[in-house]
């Protein structure tokens, strides 16, 4: 079965770093780019950045170029979302999700990261 | 950046109507549009892709139509476990970015 796993939810002050996790299984992970998508509360989805875990290629949306850093260890196929300096308007749940070989489309998802930031 | 607009916000239906979704795009994406549901405290799941093509597993009650900038979902028959958020996403331009809807949620009338 294809799965992907995310870290646990966190909570975070103003200013802290964060990197959270996204471990895939159940295919050959380096086949496929993985995406993060964002949903603040009672909102809608935002497409955030993707890696390609073959060479660790990545592309950002605009609105998050800048903000976060997706990396990706193939060596134990997990992909990361990391934050140098969180605001309190990052609070949100974040997932991943894999990328289809054929198109864009986004299937699997893993099963989402609640971020909490206040001080 | 591609704009994708659903309508409408809200769409309130009874068990065993019809459900009729709709996703516009700004400017055409082709056929390079997918489908989403969504149930409360839950992630995405992949209902259509290729504007028209249901994903594993997705009933037959969940029909993709449209290309170009008009987009439409129709969920034939309602059923209890189909009450959810709906999201359109494009990714014509693939990469580098990709966007999705605003979201319709389909409420028990």
């Known amino acids: 079965e294809v799965q992907l796993v995310q870290s646990g939810a966190e909570v975070k002050k103003p200013g802290e770093s964060l990197r959270i996790s996204c471990k895939g299984s159940g295919y050959s992970f380096t086949s496929y780019w993985i995406s993060w998508v964002r949903q603040m509360p009672g909102k809608g989805l935002e497409w955030m950045g993707r890696?390609?875990?073959?060479?660790?290629?990545?592309n950002y949306s605009p609105s998050f170029q800048g903000h976060v850093t997706i990396s990706a260890d193939k060596s134990i196929s997990t992909a990361y979302l990391q934050w140098s300096s969180l605001k309190a308007s990052d609070t949100a749940m974040y997932y991943c999700?894999?990328?289809?070989?054929?198109?864009?489309?986004?299937?699997?998802w893993g099963q989402g990261t609640l971020v909490t930031v206040s001080s | 950046e591609i704009v994708m607009t659903q309508s409408p916000a809200t769409l309130s239906v009874s068990p065993g109507e019809r459900a009729t979704l709709s996703c516009r795009a700004s400017?055409?994406?082709?056929?390079?549009l997918a489908w989403y549901q969504q149930k409360p405290g839950q992630a995405p799941r992949l209902l259509i892709y290729g504007a028209s093509t249901r994903a594993t597993g997705i009933p037959a009650r969940f029909s993709g139509s449209g290309s170009g900038t008009e987009f439409t979902l129709t969920i034939s028959s309602l059923q209890s476990e189909d009450f959810a958020v709906y999201y359109c996403?494009?990714?014509?331009?693939?990469?580098?970015?990709?966007?999705f809807g605003g979201g319709t949620k389909v409420e028990i009338k």
């Open positions: 996403q494009q990714y014509n331009n693939w990469p580098p970015v990709s966007t």
């Open positions: 400017q055409s994406v082709s056929s390079n």
């Open positions: 999700a894999r990328l289809a070989v054929a198109g864009g489309w986004f299937d699997p």
């Open positions: 890696i390609d875990p073959s060479d660790s290629y990545t």
